[in-house]
């Protein structure tokens, strides 16, 4: 396999990642246009919210998350050095996943059906019921998601990042069909779940028969038995290091569905919570996540190779890592500041009209996406940062930074939400992934060669982006307050319109390297 500069390689690699993942949550804005008005805040859309986050949070901290960052480095290699080795490794991998999963499926099905069988509040019987339903969902999404890697290493990037417009296609057809027939939300709900299943069987087959291209499976497993060893070995350090954003996004489920799923209370207290809080929750995570998807994580995915094959060489891998901070800044800052600055027009234009979020919900998820927001670029950072330790074959450092930080969000959550309700969760993961980032980005310096261009970088980015906050600001200042849907979806066009034009003009006169690499790949 060529060598490619780390510039070339990661630019260019974002590029189509992200072009993608863009289209993909492109699909995944609409699906969501449509469940609101189909659920919005109610119980129904918190249920189903809960059921659907947990294959999820599955996805990110298995396939996508930790055993993806524990296998990716040590099959890179072994392609390089030894492809039959590779092979018998990635078969024997595969089939632990499979094994894996399948018992946290049976696992999750008896706790869920034993749960969904002996409640006899409703509320409970329906969030039980859906996620017993959906539960399936998550082994085919994380074996799909390794499958994915490997492509990736083998520099097929294209099908995994256009896969989830396979589950947002599904879905949206479900719901589509469920409002024309005019089916009552709570079958509709189940409906969705059915299509959800469907669309995971299509991702897992797609991947299967890409990758037909690039390897081959093999029975014989005992010569990859060691390699696969030291890969789980570092499996749990890895998964509480880069999966501490998922961890503080389930603690953030299971307070806002507390009053469903325990009771009103909580240490004596009234909580803050009510029915429509994890629908809220829910929805306004996906708007935080799609910059995070469609770039931070991009960038991450394309370096994440690049970073294990410039392990072994200092300043290789000093320039690398400084690439892809540097890519992931300086989409992820403008990312934050727009998102917080358009986040009364954003949530009104998405969640408002036809059924969807009441005003009182409209007002609680502005508060929530104000939260995530300001963490956007911190989120992007430390998907670098992580993986950079990986590569490195340091899982240690980022599972220790991770633990501190998730006991950091914890104590947020429950000191927030007495006082901010669902929006202190969203400050609470916010300032736990700030902590994070400068943790990992402290402790990853000793491991940069002196020379590495970073700083400069990390100003100009700083500068573009409070010139186009401050013309993002001003768009909105001088457009009159909305008191329509029409209205705000103007509103909001000015001014991510005129914030995307600020930024990329003053990128281009100021000759900022990552627009280049990012257009040119050069």
Not at 6 to 20: C, E, F, G, H, K
Not at 161 to 186: G, K
Not at 370 to 375: E, P
Request: hydrophobic share 55%; aromatic share 8%.
């Amino acid at each position: 396999m060529a060598d490619a500069t780390p510039t070339n390689s990661i630019a260019r690699d974002t590029r189509t990642v992200a072009s993608l993942t863009l289209l993909s949550r492109v699909f995944g804005l609409g699906r969501d246009l449509v469940t609101v008005r189909l659920f919005g805040d109610t119980l129904i859309g918190s249920a189903f919210a809960a059921a659907f986050a947990i294959p999820n949070l599955f996805r990110r901290m298995l396939g996508e998350g930790a055993l993806s960052a524990a296998f990716i480095p040590r099959y890179t290699r072994l392609t390089e050095s030894d492809q039959d080795l590779a092979e018998r490794y990635a078969s024997l991998m595969i089939a632990a996943l499979v094994l894996v999963t399948s018992a946290l499926l049976v696992i999750g099905e008896l706790i869920a059906i034993g749960l969904w069988f002996t409640a006899t509040d409703p509320a409970r019987v329906l969030s039980f019921k859906l996620i017993s339903l959906l539960l399936p969902y998550m082994p085919l999404v994380c074996i799909t998601a390794i499958l994915g890697g490997m492509l990736q290493v083998h520099g097929r990037f294209l099908p995994m990042a256009a896969a989830p417009i396979i589950l947002n296609v599904c879905i949206i057809a479900a719901t589509v069909a469920a409002m024309l027939i005019d089916l009552e939300p709570e079958r509709a709900a189940v409906w969705i779940g059915l299509s959800t299943l469907v669309a995971g069987v299509l991702q897992l087959a797609w991947a299967l028969v890409e990758l037909r291209k690039h390897t081959r499976w093999r029975l014989d497993l005992e010569p990859a038995r060691t390699e696969a060893s030291k890969t789980l070995k570092k499996f749990l350090p890895v998964l509480i290091g880069l999966g501490t954003l998922q961890l503080n996004t389930l603690a953030d489920t299971v307070i806002a569905m507390w009053p469903t799923w325990v009771g009103p209370t909580l240490f004596g207290k009234a909580v803050p919570m009510n029915e429509a809080s994890n629908a809220i929750l829910g929805y306004t995570q996906r708007l935080y996540q799609f910059p995070l998807g469609v770039f931070g994580i991009a960038v991450a995915t394309a370096a994440f190779p690049a970073l294990s094959r410039a392990a072994a060489d200092p300043k290789r891998f000093g320039e690398t890592v400084s690439h892809g901070l540097r890519l992931s800044l300086f989409i992820g800052l403008p990312a934050s500041a727009g998102l917080f600055l358009v986040r009364d027009d954003l949530v009104s234009v998405m969640f408002s009209g036809g059924g969807g979020f009441s005003s009182d919900g409209l007002t609680r998820a502005s508060a929530v996406l104000a939260g995530y927001a300001v963490g956007v670029f911190a989120y992007s950072l430390n998907h670098v940062l992580s993986r950079s330790f990986y590569a490195l074959d340091d899982t240690t450092t980022p599972m220790r930074v991770g633990i501190a930080m998730v006991a950091v969000n914890m104590a947020c959550n429950l000191t927030l939400i007495w006082s901010f309700r669902e929006a202190g969760l969203a400050w609470a993961t916010a300032i736990s992934a700030l902590g994070q980032t400068l943790c990992l980005a402290f402790l990853l310096r000793k491991h940069m060669e002196p020379g590495t261009k970073l700083l400069p970088g990390v100003g100009k980015t700083l500068l573009l982006s409070l010139v186009m906050s401050a013309s993002v600001w001003g768009t909105l200042a001088v457009m009159p307050e909305a008191q329509t849907w029409s209205a705000s979806a103007v509103r909001l066009t000015a001014a991510v319109g005129i914030g995307i034009a600020v930024y990329l003009v003053m990128a281009a006169g100021l000759r900022v390297p990552e627009l280049r690499w990012l257009i040119k790949g050069t």
